[in-house]
């Protein structure tokens, strides 16, 4: 039986379930189907928030289940009219926290996705744990993706499947990278195929160890603990650390057909031949492993190639960021702090050029931004601060 058969088509609550204790203990927020195709996260909130009050299960912490784009999840598209997981920036979190205007359907949702997180952040002190649940149109086994900070990877380490990083190198507005922006651990579960009823199991599985790493659920009160580890561990292939190296982006009325038969995580050289752009053969500019290929009409990733990350550039990372050694790179020429955000180092490009992106990567840069003809790029690793 597929997803769509065991989705319920009627309006959703902004709020699955909302299990509130002790304001100073942990509290864990997980958002299912803020893609409105993607149904699988909704389906597993729903059953393990029932499950919760039915037996009632004792929450340690603060939970709270969310519903992402409800208007996309009872059209069962993607989004209605622009993405809601690309809306998520100061420019427009500005603009719609601050205008009476009338927005279209998504961003609608955004507004109350927004409301409730800064009510949900003002009842409670932390620490705060954000898991962002999606399914993929392309067969997957299980993966995570996170933007590079210590605490996310010391919270992702945990899971014995496949880590993600960089994404947000590649996307603009993504929720979580918004979140990050506060300091706040975030990450985003990626349970299976959208399609496939095991995505739910997957999704399951990893709420409740979820629920249990970060303290708000006893390992020993969950029935099936033990099953729904194994049962990640059973489907990673190890646990490797992955870099995003490319993106191709499909533009405005471009026809794109991806090429049948890739799984993601398939290794693919460079030059074989990957889809095709108005009829015109697209290949892969490195050799890698194919991420996320589109088999959906919505969406403007095509397809991302990504790349194992060595250990000892992992440990590397670890002590040069715990040192803060970053400190370092603003004596070099052509780098210097920005005035106005000291996450944010300003360089020149023949500077940038001259330096690996690596190198700014090890010391926990990431997001590259070009203003003013100079590269931004944005710390990862901060302190928590107030979610504005």
Known sequence: MEVDTLYETHIEKRIIGAFQNDPSLPTIIIIGGIHGNEKAGIIALKKIVQLIENKNIKINGNFYALSGNIKALENNVRFNKVDLNRLWTEEIISKITTNNEEYSEDIDEQVDIYKTIKNILKANKGPFYFIDLHT????????????????????????????????EEFLDGPLLTYINEFGHMAL????????????????????WLSLVISGCVDKKDVVNYQQYKELLSKKSMKKPFYEI???????????????????????????????????????????GHIFMPLYQQQGDDGFFIITKISKLWLWLSVIVRKLKLHHLLRLLPGIQKDKHNDYILIVNPKTATFMAVEIFHLFGYRKQVVKDNKYHFIKRDRKVTPFK
Request: charged share 25%.
């Open 136 to 167: 993929t149109s392309a067969a997957t086994e299980p993966f995570i993706t996170i933007s590079d900070s210590l605490n996310n990877r010391k919270f992702a380490s945990n899971f014995s499947i496949p880590i993600i990083l960089g994404i």
């Open 188 to 207: 985003g579960f990626e349970s299976g195929q959208h399609t496939d009823k095991q995505s739910i199991t997957n999704c399951e599985a990893f709420v």
């Open 245 to 287: 190296d490319y993106r191709y982006q499909i533009t405005d009325n471009e026809n794109f057909i991806m090429k049948k038969g890739f799984l993601n995580f398939d290794t693919i050289t460079k030059h074989k031949v990957l889809a095709k752009s108005d009829g015109k053969e697209i290949k892969a500019p490195i050799s």
